[in-house]
Nanobody, 115 residues
């Protein structure tokens, strides 16, 4: 089990930027895969971006070129840098940690992008 806490959400205008953080209770290099998901009202939770412990990253087509996932092992923290934000990016963003034995989520942080 790993505890995850997101922060950095808020209200931003279209075209703006936000940087989300996810602090884990475990060293992130011990977690096989970490990622960001989001869920808008009335929609399924969807993948935003993932990173593996060996450094590979993956992005949803909708955010490629705009979002960057990264991690800081010393701080047990994963980040999501979000640029060129669009109203359709509005959602609750969740941190996820998955490895054999657990699949854990943070409580989420709200991102709202105004027109």
């Amino acid at each position: 089990q790993v505890q995850l806490v997101e922060s950095g959400g808020g209200l931003v205008g279209a075209g703006g930027s936000l940087k989300l953080s996810c602090v884990a209770s475990e060293y992130i290099f011990r977690i096989k895969i970490m990622g960001w998901f989001r869920q808008a009202p009335g929609k399924q939770r969807e993948l935003v971006a993932t990173m593996t412990s060996d450094g590979y990253t993956n992005y949803a087509d909708s955010v490629k070129g705009r979002f960057t996932i990264s991690g800081d092992n010393a701080k047990n923290t994963m980040y999501l840098q979000m640029n060129s934000l669009k109203p359709e990016d509005t959602a609750v963003y969740y941190c996820n940690a998955r490895t054999p034995g657990y699949n854990d989520w943070g409580p989420g942080t709200q991102v709202t992008v105004s027109s």
